[in-house]
T-cell receptor, first 114, second 113 residues
Framework: GAVVSQHPSWVICKSGTSVKIECRSL??????MFWYRQFPKQSLMLMAT?????????EQGVEKDKFLINHASLTLSTLTVTSAHPEDSSFYIC??????????FGQGTRLTVV | AQSVTQPDIHITVSEGASLELRCNYS??????LFWYVQSPGQGLQLLLK??????LVQGIKGFEAEFKRSQSSFNLRKPSVHWSDAAEYFC???????????FGTGTSLTVIP
């Protein structure tokens, strides 16, 4: 199957700083990418949907100014957590799909804000 | 509304015993169903998926799942559990063409010797 790579796998940052997470489709062109968040011992919740070249669509309750999503190319989407705080510590997972094809998940990024 | 229900939050089984994890879904279109496993601190690993064809799907690590449209279920089974199967299991439903996925709340599996 297709490969979606997330980087970094884990990151620790200081409170108040920003951190960028990358999601790459390695062997296909991803027209759509989804970003999910998983709180400890909970399920994955969709944060936003991004289509290449368009602004991301955020789910209700997700702060678009805090979680900046960029999908500038068909193989890369980035999620930037701005002015991170400890409550932003979570597991972030992306999925990517080409037009009219199934979606594939990245391995996830564990963010710890100290 | 689209949703996935995993009724069992936590299951404990003895090593070598059989396992069944339940998953019920509500989805307004033809469902594309998945089971993922997540070890502590790790990402999601796809166990198996179903979109069409034979309703009994074989996956990796000896897992299988059966799609029952009449019951809106997609239960995961394994005949003999190994200690390494201890993990969190998520059922998910989506559309084939890359729409968002809806995840269940997960079932935590503990395997005792």
């Amino acid at each position: 199957g297709a490969v979606v790579s997330q980087h970094p796998s884990w990151v620790i940052c200081k409170s108040g700083t920003s951190v960028k997470i990358e999601c790459r489709s390695l062997d296909f062109q991803a027209t759509t990418m989804f970003w999910y968040r998983q709180f400890p011992k909970q399920s994955l919740m969709l944060m936003a949907t991004s289509n290449e070249g368009s602004k991301a669509t955020y789910e209700q309750g997700v702060e678009k100014d805090k979680f900046l999503i960029n999908h500038a190319s068909l193989t890369l989407s980035t999620l930037t957590v701005t002015s991170a705080h400890p409550e932003d510590s979570s597991f972030y997972i992306c999925s990517a799909s080409a037009k009219n094809t199934e979606a594939f998940f990245g391995q996830g990024t564990r963010l710890t804000v100290v | 509304a689209q949703s996935v229900t995993q009724p069992d939050i936590h299951i404990t089984v003895s090593e070598g015993a059989s396992l069944e994890l339940r998953c019920n879904y509500s989805y307004g279109a033809t469902p594309y169903l998945f089971w993922y496993v997540q070890s502590p601190g790790q990402g999601l690993q796809l166990l198996l998926k179903y979109f069409s064809g034979d309703t009994l799907v074989q996956g990796i690590k000896g897992f299988e799942a059966e799609f029952k449209r009449s019951q809106s279920s997609f239960n995961l089974r394994k005949p003999s559990v190994h200690w390494s199967d201890a993990a969190e299991y998520f059922c998910a439903v989506g559309a084939y063409t890359g729409n968002q996925f809806y995840f269940g709340t997960g079932t935590s599996l503990t395997v005792i010797p």
